[in-house]
């Protein structure tokens, strides 16, 4: 009996992609099935290279594929190809070569919004993504000390900027032009021209993710932002204390009030573990970011603990996810990364389906 391309197909047809809540065969993810006196190869090709059940999903293919019949071998090749999950006809001038652009916020500040935006950034890359960084915290810029950047960005002749490449990330960062001391007092019109130019006059080339980290509160970068551009969603940072998460419901509000999707809500300093005795304490509550995004309907995307590497990484420029990527704490954001990931998939496949988020005001 000769074995055939539909019978894999149909094996393969009873392995899904959980977030997609499709199999694999119907979203086209197999890729270059091959056949050779019993031996199957195929490709399969997700949505992000950071799924969090990519190694579950080839285990599965090949179990489905050694139940046919016939089938004296398997070889499973993963590959990736991130999905748009802004259709054509609404990206604009700015931003045509970056497929997914993903604001991370925070109703206030001091709850670890840039550490969170940078340590996500560097896990995306370090799954393989092409990923931008975008600071765009005017005010208070931080990402070239998180990331430990002291070059500066160059500017052509046509006054394109051609922005910093470090540890796998494209960045670019208001505080390339400052002095460390100087403080920038700017009313709302200058601070749209900046949002603008770092979108438009920025040679991001082509990206998979641009993360940006925008400044705490529900002010003039925000509604530039999404005024400007039609983002994938927005992550929001918060800490369980209830000060930090009433403030965080704000900035949920703010993007549910502009249309603009909310992916999801990150826990930071969630809990301490003591380095000596293992003994963990809540210093500032547990779980309150989770609980509120089960009153909201919005993913959880995860819990980041408070842990004294992850203030000193940064200080040193050199985050976490770069120093310890084997730590619990890199770890952690690791599974933030990829859990947001998931979510981008899904606004893409809905965005394919229904032709794509529209944002108004």
Not at 344 to 355: D, H, N
Request: charged share 20%.
């Amino acid at each position: 009996m000769t074995l055939t391309q539909e019978q894999v197909l149909h094996a393969l047809a009873h392995v899904h992609d959980p977030d997609l809540n499709r199999d694999i065969v119907s979203l086209g993810f197999v890729k270059n099935l091959k056949i050779e006196q019993g031996r199957v190869s195929f490709d399969i090709e997700l949505t992000t290279p950071a799924c969090p059940v990519k190694d579950l999903m080839r285990e599965q293919a090949e179990q489905a594929v050694r139940a046919v019949p016939g089938v004296t071998g398997v070889a499973v090749t993963m590959t990736s190809q991130v999905r748009r999950s802004i259709p054509a006809q609404s990206r604009g001038p700015l931003i045509p070569s970056i497929r997914n652009i993903v604001p991370v916020a925070s109703g206030k500040g001091g709850v670890g919004k840039s550490t969170v935006s940078a340590n996500l950034a560097l896990a995306l890359a370090k799954c393989g993504a092409k990923v931008g960084l975008m600071d765009a915290d005017v005010y208070g810029p931080s990402i070239p000390t998180i990331l430990g950047i002291t070059g500066a960005p160059e500017v052509t002749p046509e006054r394109r900027i051609i922005p910093v490449s470090q540890d796998g990330l494209t960045i670019m960062s208001m505080g390339f032009f400052m002095a460390p001391e100087e403080a920038v007092v700017w009313r709302g019109p200058m601070l749209h021209k900046t949002v603008e130019q770092f979108l438009g006059g920025v040679e991001w080339g082509e990206l998979d993710y641009l993360i940006i980290d925008l400044p705490p509160g529900t002010g003039d970068v925000q509604l530039s932002l999404c005024q400007l551009i039609p983002i994938t969603g927005a992550v929001i940072v918060s800490t369980p204390q209830d000060v930090a998460l009433n403030v965080a419901q704000k900035a949920i509000a703010m993007f549910k009030k502009l249309n603009a999707p909310v992916l999801g809500i990150v826990e930071n300093m969630s809990s301490y573990v003591c380095s000596h005795c293992g003994q963990r304490e809540d210093i500032f509550g547990s779980g309150g970011a989770k609980h509120i995004a089960e009153r909201l309907g919005i993913p959880f995307l995860g819990e980041i603990p408070l842990a004294k590497v992850i203030r000193e990484t940064s200080d040193s420029g050199r985050p976490i996810m770069i120093a310890d990527p084997d730590s619990p704490s890199a770890k952690a954001f690791m599974a933030v990364a990829e859990r947001l990931a998931a979510q981008v998939s899904i606004r893409a496949m809905q965005s394919e389906l229904v032709g794509g988020p529209k944002v108004t005001f």
